[in-house]
């Protein structure tokens, strides 16, 4: 079964910090673009970052730049999403989703998502 799964969530004081990891399940990631995008309650969901395959380019919204970083290490078939400074606002579930081409292409996998939650 093609899958990706996320971990690494939590609960975490604001400025506080978290580690999201992205790995796949029957597939390779290192031959996709790899993005993730978080939805809170009554929300759409939205995108965060997203990483070519080669991890050479990379882009965040503007709500997260300066916050958190995007990485990749294909020797491990593993996607990062590096969360610091966090805000309560940073609540959502995050999801990773696979791009075949490149960031701006279409998704065709989507993780099963990973709470996050920033409260004091």
Same mark, same amino acid.
């Given at each position: 079964? @093609?899958?990706?799964?996320?971990? /690494?969530?939590?609960?975490?004081? *604001? !400025?506080?910090?978290?580690?999201?990891?992205?790995?796949?399940?029957?597939?390779? @990631?290192?031959?996709?673009?790899? /993005?993730?995008?978080?939805?809170? *309650? !009554?929300?759409?969901?939205?995108?965060v970052s997203c990483i070519s395959r080669s991890g050479g380019s990379t882009n965040y919204a503007d709500s997260v730049k300066g916050r958190f970083t995007i990485s990749r290490d294909n020797a491990k078939h593993t996607v990062y999403l590096q969360?610091?400074?966090?805000?309560?606002?940073?609540?959502?579930?995050?999801?990773?989703?696979?791009?075949?081409?490149?960031?701006?292409?279409?998704?065709?996998?989507?993780?099963?998502?990973?709470?996050?939650?920033?409260?004091?």
């Amino acid at each position: 079964q @093609l899958q990706l799964v996320e971990s /690494g969530g939590g609960l975490v004081q *604001p !400025g506080g910090s978290l580690r999201l990891s992205c790995a796949a399940s029957g597939f390779t @990631l290192d031959y996709f673009a790899i /993005g993730w995008f978080r939805q809170a *309650p !009554g929300t759409e969901r939205e995108g965060v970052s997203c990483i070519s395959r080669s991890g050479g380019s990379t882009n965040y919204a503007d709500s997260v730049k300066g916050r958190f970083t995007i990485s990749r290490d294909n020797a491990k078939h593993t996607v990062y999403l590096q969360m610091n400074s966090l805000k309560p606002e940073d609540t959502a579930v995050y999801y990773c989703a696979a791009k075949p081409m490149r960031c701006t292409g279409p998704t065709h996998y989507w993780g099963q998502g990973t709470q996050v939650t920033v409260s004091s």
